[in-house]
């Protein structure tokens, strides 16, 4: 085909993303002479996407789509694209591609932050900070313990590889087993959730939200876990029975939980975890890092290549 054109949602221009110029320039610095219009308000994508091959956007929707006859690949910005309707883009003939590995190093260094935030005690340090109390009190250690992580790619692995070099025991579930990361001691297809939550004193949730990980997490997942084990959501709140988690924090059924994600967010200010002792809430934070414009335009350069030269089945992270 002729040289894409390629344009930036507004959506991009906001929230996490914001500064559309940092990702343009990157994308540009890898694929000089490209095409790149960037839109900055709803109507000016509406207007630019009818003449655009290519769309790099966190949220598209069926109306768009009907806008944008050209269209026939989408670069999503996120690894998760569980609140896109796949079933209206693939009607259209678009392919769709994540942008699963991007966010996997600072996610995985905010997983062993959570580690040792609960092994050392870390958020007691700084309630007692709070309350200018000094008291003393032990840390442990996470060398020896088991880490079992749900959902093995990119993010799940990277966490693996440094349990590992913190001389963790690393066991986890993946949907193929056979393509675990080395890093994995034990693995488990699906149906082996109950063992990895029953060996592990670390539990991370890493897998995409799908119609069979929603709820995965509930009042018997719970159970299985030992009282003195920790969750670490960082895949989607959905994942995970809210309520059921709350009630096993409460009666002490675990120790505690990290939690980076939720049902509703942001985290309504009268949900009770934000008053928990035992739980560490971040606002959706852990993909985040000054790297993430330079990663995500190496992504999408590569990508756009194979796009470019018409071999869509060569796509890198295509889910549609």
């Not at 655009?52 to 944008?68: N, P, S, Y």
């Amino acid at each position: 085909m002729a040289d894409p054109t390629v344009l930036v949602s507004h959506t991009v221009d906001a929230g996490y993303w914001s500064d559309v110029e940092a990702l343009r320039a990157a994308v540009e610095t890898r694929v000089p002479g490209v095409d790149l219009r960037v839109a900055h308000t709803p109507p000016e994508t509406r207007e630019l996407v009818g003449e655009a091959d290519a769309l790099l956007a966190t949220d598209i929707g069926a109306d768009l789509l009907e806008a944008a006859p050209n269209l026939r690949w989408v670069q999503a910005l996120s690894s998760g694209v569980d609140f896109l309707d796949t079933e209206a883009i693939a009607d259209h003939g678009v392919a769709l591609t994540n942008a699963a590995g991007v966010h996997a190093e600072p996610i995985a260094e905010q997983v062993i932050g959570y580690l040792l935030t609960f092994e050392r005690g870390i958020h007691t340090a700084v309630q007692q900070q709070q309350e200018r109390r000094w008291q003393r009190y032990s840390g442990g250690e996470i060398r020896g313990k088991t880490l079992g992580v749900v959902g093995l790619g990119a993010i799940g692995g990277r966490a693996a590889e440094y349990a590992q070099a913190f001389g963790m025991t690393v066991v986890g579930t993946k949907r193929d087993p056979d393509t675990a990361p080395a890093a994995v001691d034990e693995v488990y297809p699906p149906g082996g959730l109950f063992e990895v939550l029953g060996r592990s004193e670390y539990v991370l949730l890493s897998c995409p939200l799908t119609p069979e990980t929603r709820g995965l997490v509930g009042r018997e997942e719970l159970g299985a876990m030992s009282g003195d084990a920790v969750l670490v959501n960082v895949a989607r709140g959905a994942v995970v029975d809210e309520d059921a988690l709350v009630y096993a924090l409460q009666q002490g059924g675990i120790r505690g939980a990290a939690l980076d994600v939720f049902e509703a967010e942001p985290l309504p200010p009268e949900s009770v975890l934000w008053a928990l002792p035992n739980v560490v809430v971040t606002p959706h934070m852990a993909g985040s890092t000054p790297e993430k414009f330079e990663r995500v335009a190496e992504l999408f350069a590569k990508n756009y290549r194979v796009f470019a030269d018409g071999r869509l089945e060569e796509l890198t992270n295509r889910v549609v």
